[in-house]
């Protein structure tokens, strides 16, 4: 089985600042990379997706891409309380239906 | 636009008893359609996937099986529950492509006593 891996937490950030968060996978052969956020009792959501090497922004929220490294993560700038939630980080394994293959998520909690 | 709805939202089954699942898309056709399980304190566990009707692919050895008998419909279902089968249920599509993202149903909270 490849694997997705992130750090549990908590992440604890106060508000008005950058949360960090970090994923590695094992399976070369991906292409395409997405960031799900998680309130608790609730269904996964979509926010990002990426597809290349590099940075790609979109509103408080940028995914980072490092192939060579097996490395993905997503910055929160101007991080607010209505973003703690857990984030998993989900690789497609290029089997399985294009299923995606998930990490078991970093909890984000921002402080007031 | 695409939606996708799953049904029922919780419920609570004894050991032994049947399950049914259902999980309808609109907004799209020929969907792949996938049954996850997030049990307690783990991660998201794909249990099913398909690409057509009547076409189903298992991930896992269990007691549990899936059914498509429409294009856009996908149910989950056991004969007799496990105490290990508690978990959310989460239904998903995608458009089936490499570069394909992911959308979730609500979910279903299944608690078995």
């Known amino acids: 089985q490849k694997e997705v891996e992130q750090n549990s937490g908590p992440l604890s950030v106060p508000e008005g600042a950058i949360a960090s968060l970090n994923c590695t996978y094992s399976?070369?052969?991906?292409?395409?990379f997405f960031w799900y956020r998680q309130y608790s009792g609730k269904s996964p959501e979509l926010i990002m997706s990426i597809y290349s090497n590099g940075d790609k922004e979109d509103g408080r929220f940028t995914a980072q891409l490092n192939k060579a490294s097996q490395y993905v993560s997503l910055l929160i700038r101007d991080s607010q309380p209505s973003d703690s939630a857990t984030y998993l980080c989900a690789v497609n394994q290029m089997k399985s239906g294009y299923a995606l293959n998930f990490g078991k998520g970093t909890s984000l909690l921002v402080t007031p | 636009s695409q939606t996708i709805h799953q049904w029922p939202a919780t419920l609570v089954q004894p050991v032994g008893s049947p399950l049914s699942l259902e999980c309808t898309v609109e907004?799209?056709?020929?969907?792949?359609l996938y049954w996850y399980r997030q049990a307690a304190g783990r991660g998201l566990q794909l249990l099913f996937y398909s690409v057509g009707i009547g076409q189903i692919s298992s991930e896992v050895p269990q007691n549990l099986s899936a059914s498509r008998p429409q294009d856009r419909q996908f149910i989950l279902s056991s004969k007799k529950l496990l105490l290990s089968d508690s978990g959310f249920y989460l239904c998903?599509?995608?458009?089936?492509?490499?570069?394909?993202?992911?959308?979730f149903g609500e979910g279903s909270r299944l608690t078995v006593l």
């Open positions: 399976d070369r052969v991906s292409q395409s």
């Open positions: 907004g799209t056709s020929n969907p792949n």
């Open positions: 998903a599509w995608s458009s089936g492509v490499d570069t394909g993202e992911l959308f």
